[in-house]
């Protein structure tokens, strides 16, 4: 599977964005997918993931309340939706896939085999 994000932008303070990551070459339902966003000198850190029939989600508590994460599986596409920006949203986000048929949660980035290429979004104040 390839994966590939877009979406990405400069909005201001309160605006809202959608990101979308589409997946290429796989079996996309099998795929637990995830969000991770990365600010130069930072470490890449956990967003928000989803399940892979979209039951479950999980988020960092930074973004709960204001971004959602979602996926269509017909589409092999995984959406991360982000109202309310802040000027600390501003990174480059990434999409990760994890191929896994269980039902915990994960946040780490070496669980994710997967990754797309990023996508800007930038946030003024």
């Known amino acids: 599977v390839q994966l590939q994000a877009s979406g990405g932008g400069l909005v201001q303070a309160g605006d809202s964005l959608r990101l979308s990551c589409a997946a290429y070459?796989?079996?996309?339902?099998?795929?637990?997918m995830g969000w991770f966003r990365q600010d130069p000198g930072k470490e890449r850190e956990f967003v928000a993931s989803?399940?892979?029939?979209?039951?479950?989600?999980d988020y960092v508590d930074s973004v709960k309340g204001r971004f959602t994460i979602s996926r269509d599986n017909a589409k092999n596409t995984v959406y991360l939706q982000m109202n309310s920006l802040k000027p600390e949203d501003t990174a480059v986000y990434y999409c990760?896939?994890?191929?896994?048929?269980?039902?915990?949660?994960?946040?780490?980035?070496?669980?994710?085999?997967?990754w797309g290429q990023g996508t800007q979004v930038t946030v003024s104040s």
């Open positions: 990760a896939a994890k191929a896994y048929l269980g039902s915990a949660n994960y946040r780490n980035i070496y669980d994710f085999q997967l």
């Open positions: 070459g796989g079996t996309f339902s099998l795929y637990y």
């Open positions: 989803i399940s892979r029939s979209g039951s479950s989600t």
